[in-house]
Nanobody
Framework: DVQLQASGGGLVQSGGSLRLSCVASGFTFDDYSIGWFRQAPGKEREGVSCSSADGSTYYGDSVKGRFTISGDNAKKTVDLRMNSLKPEDTAVYYC????????????????WGQGTLVTVSS
């Protein structure tokens, strides 16, 4: 079974940093695009970043220059390093995986991990 285990959320002050990790199991890591969505209260789910199976990386406009996604094929993990955090980054962050060569910003046919809450205080 495909499983995604997310961790690393927490409470941080504005301007601080956090690192989220997503550990994958049950599938061939290299075949999948893996990334992160987030959902703030009362808002739509938003694409944050993706490491696509075709080798491309993507970032949402609101996080470009602040967040960095990286993958470790041997450990089957995808990390999201979040710097210069802002209160508007507060959300539940979900890692996801899909079989699209470019898996950026799609919610169709995704596998999902459980969410991890990131709270940024002002």
């Amino acid at each position: 079974d495909v499983q995604l285990q997310a961790s690393g959320g927490g409470l941080v002050q504005s301007g601080g940093s956090l690192r989220l990790s997503c550990v994958a199991s049950g599938f061939t890591f290299d075949d999948y695009s893996i990334g992160w969505f987030r959902q703030a209260p009362g808002k739509e789910r938003e694409g944050v970043s993706c490491s696509s199976a075709d080798g491309s990386t993507y970032y949402g406009d609101s996080v470009k220059g602040r967040f960095t996604i990286s993958g470790d094929n041997a450990k089957k993990t995808v990390d999201l390093r979040m710097n210069s955090l802002k209160p508007e980054d507060t959300a539940v962050y979900y890692c996801y995986a899909n079989l699209r060569p470019n898996g950026w910003n799609t919610v169709v046919d995704n596998y999902w991990g459980q969410g991890t809450l990131v709270t940024v205080s002002s």
